[in-house]
C-alpha cells in the first residue's frame, strides 16, 4: 500500500516530512519531487534499501544511483578525494541540476555504485527534496521515479502509474521545473567529461573549468558492440514511448511537410499517427494526433514538456510519433540527446 501525500513546495513544514524521513530511515521506498525529475529514494548507504530501489524499477543492477545530499560538507563523507574542480562546480552550481562522478570511499556500498569505484553525487535545489535529506539525517539514493525504460517523471501522476503498489510513500509536489535529468560531469578522468547533457550545459561548465569534454555517444549512436559508456545507464534504450518514434530535421517547412505527407499515408493504412509539435507549428497540421511540446522561442518549455507529451502519447495508444528536431546548441543538446534515445536514434534528414 502506497501512501500519497500532496505537500505544497511553497508552504509546508519539518512535520509534513516527519512520516517520510522515519520510512526512508526504517529503509523503505520513497518518491520526491526534485527540480529535475521525480526520484525514488533510499537510504543510500543501506544496501538491502537501494536493492529495492531496483526492485521496485526493474532497473539492471549494473546501472548506479546518484546519491543526493543537503550540504557540500557532505561530500567528504563519501567522496575518498574531492578535487579542486568539484569544489568550484559545487559553489557555481549548488543546491542544482548537476551531477558530480568522484571516486567513492568505503561507506558507500558496490550496491549503489553498481559496482563501480566512483560515485555519482548531486545537491537538488527542489526545497522538498532538500528538506526530506536533512530530516532523515541520511545520503539519499534516487533514480528518476519511472520504471526502467519509460520516459522520467514529472509529475507525481506518472510515479503513480509506474509505482503505485511498489514503494512506501509518494510525495506529490506538482510538476518538475525543468522536467529532465541533471547534466552528469566526471571528475575522475583527466579531463572533466559531460557524461549526460542537462540544463548545466557544456558552455556553462566550461566558463568555470576552463576545458570540459563531452561523451561523444551524446548525439550520435555508438554502433560498435564493444563501446561501453562511462555512465552504464546512458547505454540502455530509454525514456522510450510505447510508439515508434521518429524525429524529422531539416527546413522547418519542408520538416512539417514531410510529416503531413507521412502522416496522411499512415491514416489511409489505419495508423494512428502522434505528432510532437511546437506552439509555432501546431496549427499547420490537420491530420493525426498533434501535441505541442512548448515554443521554439523557449527552450526551457520544451524541456519541461518532452517527457510528460511522450506519456500523454502512450496513454493514447498511438502506434507511430514523428517529431520535429530543435537546434542541439545550450539546453537544446539535453533535449536532442533525451529525444535521440527515445526514437532509437531514428532521425530523417529532410533538407
Ligand atoms: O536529475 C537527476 O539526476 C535525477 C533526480 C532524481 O536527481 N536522477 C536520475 O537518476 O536521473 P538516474 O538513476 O535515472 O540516472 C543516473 C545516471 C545513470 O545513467 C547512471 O548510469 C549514471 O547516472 N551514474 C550513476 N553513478 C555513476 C558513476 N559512478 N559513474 C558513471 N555514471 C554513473
Ligand atoms: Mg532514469
Redesign the pocket.
Known amino acids: 500500500n502506497t501512501i500519497v501525500k500532496k505537500i505544497n513546495e511553497d508552504n509546508f513544514t519539518d512535520t509534513d516530512l516527519c512520516e517520510a524521513a522515519k520510512i526512508l530511515r526504517e529503509g523503505g521506498l520513497v518518491a520526491f519531487p526534485?527540480e529535475?525529475?521525480?526520484?525514488l529514494g533510499a537510504n543510500g548507504l543501506d544496501e538491502k534499501a537501494s536493492k529495492k530501489i531496483y526492485e521496485a524499477k526493474g532497473r539492471p543492477s549494473d546501472?548506479?544511483?546518484?546519491l543526493?545530499i543537503a550540504d557540500v560538507d557532505s561530500l567528504y563523507e563519501i567522496a575518498s578525494e574531492v578535487p579542486e574542480s568539484a569544489k568550484r562546480l559545487a559553489d557555481e552550481f549548488w543546491p542544482g541540476?548537476l551531477?558530480m562522478?568522484l571516486k567513492k570511499n568505503n561507506k558507500v556500498p558496490y550496491s549503489t555504485?553498481?559496482g563501480?569505484e566512483?560515485?555519482?553525487i548531486?545537491m537538488?535545489e527542489h526545497k522538498i527534496a532538500l528538506a526530506l535529506i536533512k530530516e532523515s539525517g541520511l545520503y539519499i539514493a534516487?533514480?528518476?521515479?519511472n520504471t526502467s525504460g519509460k520516459p522520467?517523471p514529472t509529475k507525481a501522476e506518472h510515479v503513480i502509474k509506474d509505482l503505485n503498489g511498489k514503494v512506501d510513500m509518494i510525495i506529490d509536489g506538482g510538476k518538475v521545473g525543468i522536467g529532465l535529468?541533471?547534466t552528469?560531469i566526471?571528475l575522475t578522468s583527466k579531463v572533466p567529461t559531460i557524461?549526460?547533457p542537462?540544463y548545466i550545459t557544456e558552455e556553462m561548465l566550461n566558463n568555470v573549468l576552463g576545458t570540459v569534454d563531452t561523451d561523444k555517444a551524446i548525439l550520435k549512436e555508438n554502433k560498435d558492440k564493444n563501446y561501453k559508456p562511462?555512465?552504464?545507464?546512458?547505454k540502455y534504450k530509454h525514456y522510450a514511448p510505447k510508439a515508434n518514434l521518429t524525429i524529422f530535421e531539416g527546413n522547418e517547412a519542408t520538416v512539417i511537410d514531410e510529416i503531413i505527407k507521412r502522416t496522411m499515408e499512415k491514416q489511409t493504412q489505419g495508423v494512428k499517427v502522434g505528432i510532437i509539435a511546437t506552439d509555432e507549428s501546431k496549427e499547420k497540421y490537420q491530420c493525426g494526433v498533434v501535441k505541442t511540446i512548448g515554443s521554439r522561442k523557449n527552450n526551457k518549455s520544451i524541456a519541461r514538456g518532452l517527457y510528460e507529451i511522450l506519456r500523454d502519447f502512450d496513454d493514447l495508444d498511438v502506434d507511430v510519433i514523428y517529431s520535429e528536431s530543435f537546434l542541439d546548441n545550450n539546453l537544446g543538446q539535453a533535449i536532442m540527446n533525451r529525444l535521440l534515445k527515445a526514437s532509437g536514434y531514428d532521425l530523417i534528414n529532410v533538407r
Do not use: F, W
Not at 529535475?36 to 526520484?39: K, R
Not at 546501472?63 to 546518484?66: F, G, R, W
Open positions: 526534485t529535475t525529475v521525480y526520484g546501472n548506479p544511483l546518484i543526493h541540476p551531477t562522478i555504485t553498481g563501480l566512483s560515485v555519482a548531486r537538488p534516487a533514480p528518476s521515479a522520467s535529468e541533471s552528469i566526471d557524461l549526460r542537462g562511462k555512465a552504464p545507464g546512458m
